[in-house]
Antibody, heavy 121, light 112 residues
Framework: QVQLVESGGGVVQPGGSLKLSCVAS????????MHWVRQAPGKGLEWVAF????????HYADSVKGRFTISRDNSRNTLYLQMNSLRAEDTAVYYC??????????????WGRGTLVTVSS | QSVLTQPPSVSGAPGQRVTMSCTGS?????????VHWYQQLPGTAPKLLIY???YRPSGVPDRFSGSKSGTSASLAITGLQAEDEADYYC????????????FGGGTKLTVL
């Protein structure tokens, strides 16, 4: 079945870095755009970033632009999120989510279970 | 505050029909971008419920339906069941500034 499994979350100090991974299975990963979406504790959903199926086009929310980098390795069916200069307000569950299209239909038809990132001293 | 506006909560008794709204503006829903709905059961990841205003993914019961009116969208649930108690989020795309996916703040559905 179609599945997304995130990993790499944890506790990091403000100003620190963390890299999240998302392994995909059950579909042709290299044919679809992918997103990261986050949810702060007790709060709503916030889109973070998108990457084109081939990795040649990226889009970011203003709140993370210049600090976060989305990337993918289609040979490993894996999506990444490199997070630098982390702030307390980046504390959230980070979800990997699949776009229904190769470029961007701008919605999410499959979600992972999420990985928790806590930014705290 | 969220770009898309949803009521914080709605409630209904088992078997009843409930609706929840999602109000946008000329840079998102009014600009022709689709609205999609997600259901988030307690402690779980969101799940796609409705896409393109009206369409249900395979496996979603036809008790769930979506509609559109001007710069707003609505989600209706008929034959309310206890397991429908969840948070519901609407989502679209906004063309203002650099462009971005936008969500509503979510509506908590309580089944009485």
């Amino acid at each position: 079945q179609v599945q997304l499994v995130e990993s790499g979350g944890g506790v990091v100090q403000p100003g620190g870095s963390l890299k999240l991974s998302c392994v995909a299975s059950g579909f042709t990963f290299s044919s679809y755009g992918m997103h990261w979406v986050r949810q702060a504790p007790g709060k709503g959903l916030e889109w973070v970033a998108f990457i084109h199926y081939g990795g040649s086009d990226e889009h970011y929310a203003d709140s993370v632009k210049g600090r976060f980098t989305i990337s993918r390795d289609n040979s490993r069916n894996t999506l990444y999120l490199q997070m630098n200069s982390l702030r307390a307000e980046d504390t959230a569950v980070y979800y990997c989510a699949k776009d229904p299209g190769d470029r961007a239909y701008w919605y999410f038809d499959v979600w992972g279970r999420g990985t928790l990132v806590t930014v705290s001293s | 505050q969220s770009v898309l506006t949803q009521p914080p909560s709605v409630s209904g008794a088992p078997g009843q029909r409930v609706t929840m709204s999602c109000t946008g503006s000329s840079s998102n829903i009014g600009a022709g971008y689709d609205v999609h709905w997600y259901q988030q059961l307690p402690g779980t990841a969101p799940k796609l419920l409705i896409y393109g205003y009206f369409y249900r993914p395979s496996g979603v019961p036809d008790r769930f339906s979506g509609s559109k009116s001007g710069t707003s969208a609505s989600l209706a649930i008929t034959g309310l069941q206890a397991e429908d108690e969840a948070d519901y989020y609407c989502q679209s795309y906004d063309s203002s500034l650099s462009g971005s996916v936008v969500f509503g703040g979510g509506t908590k559905l309580t089944v009485l």
